[in-house]
């Protein structure tokens, strides 16, 4: 592994990478988080012009939108594209590229290790560079910012695990005012050619992450002991979920729930007016819309196991439910009893595509 | 005078093994409870593991799955596959907090009447310990 090391600012050191590509030729398109500078919002962009990169934030601790899902809709691509992801959406993208919702054909992957993404609430209020300042601190003295989502906070894959190239971020005290980007694969190498001052032959240094995890570590432990009110059980769900609107927000925001028409959607489980009046008859009552804990549960079953705990459902979700929270802990247990990680390896089968004639003989009885 | 307790136990059985294994044990006059009520699939692999939350959540006291003996579907891997998609309700469920010991799946062959019998019987009692499914109950759902 290599590494090269500029004298300035990482995102301005990360953008002069993007810069060098582009105008190279290397690539032809850089897919990355921008701020708009007529509307202050952020976006994810796909730029083709060198002058276009003058808007791109590739580093800011900001997820829109999923963007290992978005690079689904032009990946394959059928020319080299430099994608910059956050270390969670790479993972997504890789989970959705085994499902054949993408390809890592012709993309050179730029990732960093995070410090988590602040909640949308706090991004649709506005970010001032006073804020992003305030959050960099964090992040480059290893520490966890506290507007950060819920799931980030408990994170601890926040090293990327398959980037061509990792920006040092976490725990990197110097990273405002240097850059530090490592070269992971021949590809990256390949690419940076030509670009900056020559690479130093390093490995990654984990003693700048092991800080962060740590601390991860004892608010993952935090915020599983708070899930479904610390107890679980059938009240304990409803309640977790009893607020739910129906609007399945949750899950048309999921990297890796990617069906066009979800089963939960469609007529398979529609209810008819016989259903109703039995209920009504063994009941009384009837909460409608119907339905809400087969959708949340059935929604597990399909893909928790591949969860990556990105968070964007809890923030997108109007009733505040903590729904990643509950899923990021329900599929690390699934992904668990197939010794599965999500996104770790794009050669690793879906656990439910493959099986062995030997196994779980304990769930049989 | 208190009702007896008798559970609702929808059973899906594959009908080149376990279905036919059912009917067995019937012909053979072995007893098992009325509880079992059996829905006919074609291998047990055609059961969505969403139909098992769907039975527990609209009031099943109990879900019993039964299929192949492994190396002996009739689609040659689809017990497999059952197994896998059965697992990862049942560690929902344990995660859940919810009742797993609801759920149960067997392999029981077309010449294994008396093992239906046994496993129907066994079940069943286990289902009238637990008591009633909750969900029969909540509005919510
Ligand atoms: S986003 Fe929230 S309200 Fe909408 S379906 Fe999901 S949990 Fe329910
Ligand atoms: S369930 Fe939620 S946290 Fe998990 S991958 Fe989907 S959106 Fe992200
Ligand atoms: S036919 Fe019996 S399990 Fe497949």
């Known amino acids: 592994m290599s590494r090269i090391d500029l004298q300035k600012a990482s995102s301005k050191g990360l953008k002069e990478l993007l810069g060098h590509l582009l105008g190279s030729g290397k690539v032809s398109a850089v897919f990355s988080l921008r701020k708009d500078p007529e509307t202050g919002s952020y976006d994810l962009g796909l730029i083709t012009e060198e002058a276009g990169l003058e808007t791109v934030k590739p580093l800011a601790p900001v997820m829109i939108a999923n963007a290992g899902q978005v690079l689904s809709s032009f990946a394959p691509s059928a020319e080299p594209i430099a994608v910059v992801l956050k270390p969670c959406e790479l993972r997504a993208f890789i989970e959705r590229a085994k499902r ?10 730029i990732s960093m290790t995070c410090g988590g993404v602040l909640t949308l609430d706090r991004v649709v209020s506005g970010l001032d560079s006073d804020k992003i300042g305030d959050y960099e601190n964090h992040c480059f003295a290893g520490d966890i910012h506290s507007e950060t989502r819920e799931t980030c906070k408990a994170c601890e894959y926040f090293v990327p695990m398959n980037a061509d190239i990792t920006v040092s971020m976490v725990g990197q005290k110097d990273a ?66 009893g607020k739910c609107l129906g609007c ?63 968070g964007q459902c809890s923030d997108v979700c109007p009733a505040d439910i903590p729904v990643a929270s509950v899923f990021k802990k329900v599929g690390e247990e699934t ?10 390896d794009i050669e690793e089968a879906i656990p439910v595509m493959v099986f062995k004639e030997e196994e779980f003989t304990e769930f049989i009885d | 005078m208190e009702k007896t307790f008798v559970p609702r136990i929808t059973s899906f059985l594959c009908t ?49 799955l039964g299929g192949c003996h492994p190396g002996d579907c009739h689609y040659e891997v689809g017990n497999y596959h059952t197994r896998r998609r059965f697992a990862i309700v049942k560690k929902i469920f344990e995660s859940l907090g919810l009742e797993a010991e609801r759920l149960r799946l067997s392999w029981i062959s077309a010449s294994e009447g008396p093992k239906f019998a046994r496993v129907a019987n066994e079940f069943t009692e286990k289902i009238i310990e637990m008591g009633e499914n909750e969900a029969k109950k909540k509005i919510f759902l």
């Open chain 1, 100 to 109: 054949e919702q993408g390809s890592l054909e012709n993309i050179l992957t």
């Open chain 1, 176 to 241: 405002g005012t240097k850059c530090h980007i490592y070269l992971n694969t021949d590809l990256a190498k390949e690419m940076a050619k030509g670009f900056g001052p020559d690479p130093v032959e390093e490995d990654f240094d984990n003693s700048l992450v092991e800080g962060l995890a740590s601390k991860r570590a004892a608010e993952k432990e935090k915020l599983y002991g708070a899930v479904m009110s610390g107890k679980g059980g059938l009240d304990a769900v409803i309640d977790t979920f």
């Open chain 1, 248 to 310: 399945h927000g949750c899950s048309r925001v999921c990297p890796i729930c990617y069906c066009m028409i979800c089963d939960f959607e469609s007529r398979n489980f529609d209810n008819d007016m016989p259903y109703f009046e039995k209920e009504l008859e063994q009941k009384g009552a009837l909460r409608l819309p119907p339905d809400t804990m087969f959708f949340h549960i059935g929604r597990m079953i399909h893909m928790s196991f591949s969860c990556v705990g990105c």
């Open chain 1, 335 to 344: 992904a668990a009893i197939f010794e599965y990680v999500p996104g770790r």
């Open chain 2, 16 to 64: 080149w093994c376990s279905y036919t294994g059912a009917d067995l044990a019937g012909t053979g006059r072995m007893q098992y409870p009325t509880a079992i009520i059996p829905i006919k699939v074609m291998c047990s692999s055609r059961v969505d593991p969403v139909f098992i939350l769907k039975a527990y959540l609209k009031g099943s006291d109990g879900v019993f």
